[in-house]
């Protein structure tokens, strides 16, 4: 735990008591704070009152004498209307911060020589977060990772100058993070996501470009519009600027060519590292994520071969691409965590020959997004709600059948899959869609599929992301 020792002696409101809350009220009750704690939900009021956390309904508090309002990240800022707390603090000048912010100013103030790597983006953040951490765990740095993936921040333990934190921030983190300093900011992509929070997409980049614009590099992917913008303005600022690109050759910056890494200056490239037999790595996507990771441990002080390393003992995350068994030629993917179109696509694009598992509670526009990677597919088992919708776009241009579950899916495809001559296969669980219909969530989803995957006869699972 990281006791909030910066708010000693001050009072401070908080809003929102669920575990990153509970956490971030017990770190400022450590750090010496006068805290009042206050939930819409009655039992997590309940909950915190019984961990000796004060606890008061904050609309009868007095707000002028509050220094600092701690709001949980979940809870709506600006949009699509500012929650009640909210406009009470904006109405006493009250500051409004949440649990990173909380980190920032005890890093700054107690150790502020400790690396301290920051990442966001919309997509790929935790498994750059995890690459990241393992690099550098595997190279023997006392390392801590948490943040939106993992430990909520205050749960950490406590600042050393040489202690390494690598912390995933979502944009509502960094929107209650005005002093966030990363020694190495990473910004991976920026596509429309989380608009009914942010308003329009140009908020949500410029929330996104704060965590850059306030580190000490700036490591950003450049492969879209709104990315590449942000580091030219940062360049033009006078910020450290490097880039990174799963495609283009850059003049300066990192970029990839197939499976190789390669380091660009003055546009002279040279390899640094390679992706290839990381299974666990597969795809472009991958190749970004592994790019802004080798980038940020080149800053914190990491060597080539360290880093290379830990690329090829990486893991990989549960439920994101995930190896969970091989029998002969058959590998069976877990991509559980794809829950659209969008996010089926890197997963679609990593292999060429996909016995692919798909359906469940389908989101607006289907899978017609993902029809330039049909003819990957050798046979399609689709379940849940979605499966009528899916064989309709299907149609002539892909084998289906109806599976109906999960389980059937997976005995049907692996039986299938160890049939077909035409070398290595993958039966892959990417659906595409919600898990709603059939399971309480993506993860229990995931588990379900490497459960069948498990119980086939002479499969050699393969471990590491449980």
Request: net charge negative.
């Amino acid at each position: 735990m990281i006791a909030a020792r910066s708010f000693a002696g001050r009072k401070v409101a908080l809003f929102g008591l669920g575990g990153s809350g509970i956490a971030t009220a017990r770190a400022l009750i450590d750090g010496g704070a006068d805290v009042l704690a206050w939930d819409d939900n009655p039992d997590s009021v309940a909950k915190a009152a019984e961990q000796s956390i004060p606890t008061g309904d904050l609309r009868a508090a007095e707000w002028p004498g509050f220094a600092s309002f701690v709001l949980s990240p979940g809870v709506p800022l600006t949009h699509p209307k500012p929650h009640w707390t909210v406009e009470l603090a904006r109405g006493a000048g009250v500051e409004i911060i949440g649990d990173v912010e909380l980190f920032t100013r005890e890093r700054i103030a107690r150790a502020p020589a400790a690396p301290f790597i920051a990442i966001t983006g919309t997509n790929g953040k935790s498994t750059t977060t995890a690459l990241t951490a393992h690099i550098l765990k595997a190279a023997g740095r006392d390392t801590q990772m948490g943040g939106n993936i993992g430990r909520a921040v205050m749960t950490l333990d406590e600042l050393e100058d040489d202690r390494f934190y690598v912390v995933e921030c979502s944009s509502y983190q960094i929107d209650l993070a005005p002093s966030i300093n990363p020694t190495a900011g990473v910004l991976l992509n920026l596509t429309p996501d989380h608009l009914d929070r942010h308003g329009t997409m140009q908020h949500y980049a410029s929330i996104k470009e704060r965590l850059v614009s306030g580190s000490e590099t700036a490591i950003i992917g450049v492969d879209d519009i709104y990315c590449a913008q942000i580091a030219d303005r940062l360049e033009k600022a006078g910020r450290h600027v490097v880039r990174v690109s799963k495609r283009l050759p850059l003049t300066d910056g990192f970029f990839a060519d197939g499976t190789n890494l390669m380091e660009a200056s003055d546009g002279r490239y040279e390899r640094i590292a390679f992706l290839e037999g990381i299974g666990s790595l597969r795809g472009q996507h991958n190749a970004q994520n592994a790019l802004a990771a080798v980038a940020a441990c080149l800053k914190v002080g990491l060597d080539l071969g360290e880093i290379q390393s830990g690329l090829e003992s990486f893991p990989g995350l549960a439920h994101r691409m995930e190896q969970v068994g091989r029998k002969g030629k058959v590998l069976f993917v877990n991509d559980s965590k794809a829950t659209n179109a969008d996010a089926s696509a890197p997963a679609l694009s990593s292999f060429p020959r996909i016995y692919w598992i798909a359906g469940g509670l389908a989101k607006e526009g289907g899978i017609e997004p993902l029809r330039s990677y049909f003819p990957r597919i050798a046979k399609a088992y689709l379940i849940g709600e979605a499966a009528p919708a899916f064989s309709a776009t299907l149609g002539e241009a892909v084998p289906y059948e109806i599976s109906g579950t999960l389980a059937a899916a997976v005995e049907h495809a692996a039986k299938d899959a160890d049939a077909d001559g035409s070398g290595e296969a993958v039966v892959l669980l990417s659906p595409a869609c919600a898990s709603f219909d059939q399971f309480r969530n993506f993860e229990v989803r995931g588990d379900a599929f490497r459960t069948a995957v498990e119980a086939i006869e002479n499969i050699t699972p393969i471990g590491g992301t449980r």
